[in-house]
């Protein structure tokens, strides 16, 4: 049921609806183990569970409070859609489809046509529809401008063939974000075209790939000849280059932190879960103190980042550089927390009974996850020359195909 407030609505009233909302719907078992945090919650709340009630939540337009009513949303200001989560923050109700709702959906509002918002975003924002991204190729990662996938017209569909790699949660998606070459003629950034695959056609094969972790997150996804309909081009043909900036940018922000539902939401501080652990262990050592204390002073400078980057955006500018920041500094900060983490448990992180995978203890977990970083959403060193070109007015890189036909350039 949608939450009946709008945008006349002061702050005391949208947390008011809020709340009953909670009281009706959200599971009273949930609701009581919410006061001993997120641990308590994910041991009475079994994901299977939590996808199961997700449409219920998806339903009240709370996940994506901001957004239009028709698209899913409450047409809320950011500030309003802050009241919704002083009330949903402490219950944990994280947002699914991150893909879908964080590198599908920019692209859709700034470059999409309204009847492609109108039947991509709901199944979205109910998760009925999960998203992934077919960007990446083993020859184009950081130089992702230099990708080989080939689309070309058909009447009144274009043919995609090609490989991708490193493509997450391909496996449980219906639809990708798809990169491909339309124009081999064009010097590289000119020649590409932005569209939505729908994973479930002919020619498409998810193969999966296992990571350091033990576990499947990510996949190489093979496209042979498949046909995908004109209406699923994003903005302009041979300009994707400019749509996937809309979705790069979405990424480094969810990644950073500073997108809504970012890390800050999913992870929870760092820090401060570190500190609370410290106490419990009733551990008194003033050399951790003062490690714990520096990642503690740095999660509040990378959270005013993200809180810059979101005020930029809120008052209609892009995410700019200030994106760039948040990503190189959480992706080394996350490190540190998680190892950290590691340090604090002492043996248990290192060894354990039982499975290897299945008992691995969820800080060891972390530390594993945290390695990639400084690689996903562009890695740490790109985002320097990045600052380093846009922030400190260095010169560019030297690229000596500059204005060369995609084709002309070696691979
Ligand atoms: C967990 C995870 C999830 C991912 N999910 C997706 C996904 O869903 N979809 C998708 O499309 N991709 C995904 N990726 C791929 C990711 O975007 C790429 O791995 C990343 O852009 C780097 O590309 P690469 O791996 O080809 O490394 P390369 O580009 O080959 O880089 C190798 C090394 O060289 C350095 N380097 C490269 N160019 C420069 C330069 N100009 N200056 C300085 N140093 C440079 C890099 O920093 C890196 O250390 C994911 C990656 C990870 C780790």
């Not at 909302?21 to 308590?40: D, M």
């Not at 002083?86 to 920019?106: C, E, F, W, Y």
């Not at 996938?149 to 219906?174: F, I």
């Amino acid at each position: 049921m949608r939450l009946g407030v709008s945008r006349t609505d002061d702050h005391n009233t949208i947390r008011a609806a809020a709340r009953a909302w909670v009281t009706a719907n959200v599971p009273e078992a949930w609701h009581a183990a919410s006061v001993g945090g997120r641990a308590a919650i994910r041991a009475v709340r079994p994901r299977s569970d939590y996808e199961a009630w997700y449409p219920t939540f998806a339903d009240s337009g709370m996940a994506v409070a901001t957004w239009p009513v028709a698209y899913g949303g409450l047409d809320l200001t950011v500030e309003q859609a802050k009241a919704i989560e002083d009330v949903i923050g402490p219950l944990n109700l994280g947002r699914l489809n991150p893909l879908g709702l964080h590198n599908a959906a920019p692209p859709l509002f700034a470059f999409g046509t309204e009847e492609q918002r109108l039947r991509f975003l709901p199944p979205i924002v109910r998760n009925e529809e999960r998203w992934c991204q077919l960007f990446s190729e083993p020859g184009a990662g950081s130089d992702l401008a230099s990708l080989s996938m080939k689309a070309e017209l058909d009447g009144d569909e274009w043919v995609l063939s090609g490989q991708k790699v490193w493509s997450t949660w391909a496996h449980h998606s219906e639809f990708a974000i798809c990169l491909a070459r339309t124009d081999p003629d064009a010097p590289k950034r000119r020649g590409i075209s932005y569209f939505l695959v729908d994973l479930r056609a002919p020619g498409v094969d998810v193969r999966e790939l296992r990571h350091m972790g033990g576990e499947v997150d990510f996949n190489e996804v093979w496209l042979d000849e498949v046909r995908v309909p004109a209406f699923n081009l994003v903005g302009y043909v041979h300009d994707g280059w400019r749509v996937a900036g809309a979705t790069l940018a979405g990424e480094r922000q969810m990644v950073a932190g500073s997108g809504s539902g970012g890390v800050d939401r999913i992870g929870g501080s760092g820090a401060d879960r570190l500190l609370a652990t410290y106490r419990e262990l009733g551990i008194d050592h003033p050399v951790t103190r003062d490690h714990l204390m520096r990642l503690h002073a740095e999660e509040h400078i990378r959270q005013s980042t993200n809180a810059r980057v979101r005020a930029t955006v809120k008052a209609g500018g892009t995410p700019g550089p200030g994106a760039s920041i948040g990503k190189v500094h959480q992706g080394r900060l996350n490190q540190q927390l998680q190892l950290a983490a590691c340090e604090l448990s002492g043996m248990e992180a290192i060894a354990w009974e039982g499975d290897w995978l299945d008992d691995m203890p969820y800080a060891t977990k972390g530390m594993i996850r945290s390695r990639a970083n400084t690689i996903e959403g562009g890695t740490t060193e790109v985002n320097k020359n990045v600052l380093g070109e846009q922030v400190l007015g260095l010169p560019r890189e030297p690229d000596p195909y500059h204005g060369v036909a995609w084709k002309e350039t070696p691979r």
